[in-house]
């Protein structure tokens, strides 16, 4: 198991396109992949469980992947929000 904290900085915090990205990523790996925002833990491969985070900018979220290929999923989801999800980060366009 491996986990790493993360800060949101899409200006519109997580909704539906940065989440639909995110469980579109998470799902190419074998290892299970959530995190937690606040008191919140969610699958980070489910978009309603994603979506019922309300996760806003600025929020700090902790990935935990536990599986095979852990290690790179870790990588690829810290990547993916800090890169902003295809979405606009500190004032900025971030299209994929």
């Not at 806003?56 to 990547?79: N, Q, S, Y």
Request: with cysteine.
């Amino acid at each position: 198991m491996v986990s790493q904290k993360v800060v949101v900085k899409n200006l519109k915090g997580l909704h539906i396109r940065p989440v639909t990205e995110m469980c579109n990523q998470a799902a190419k790996y074998k290892s299970i992949i959530t995190f937690t925002v606040g008191d919140k833990t969610v699958n980070a491969k489910s978009l309603l469980s994603v979506l019922s985070a309300k996760v806003h900018c600025g929020a700090e979220i902790e990935f935990v992947c536990e599986g095979t290929d852990e290690e790179e999923a870790l990588r690829k989801m810290i990547e993916i929000i800090e890169q902003g999800l295809g979405e606009r980060i500190d004032g900025e366009e971030t299209l994929s």
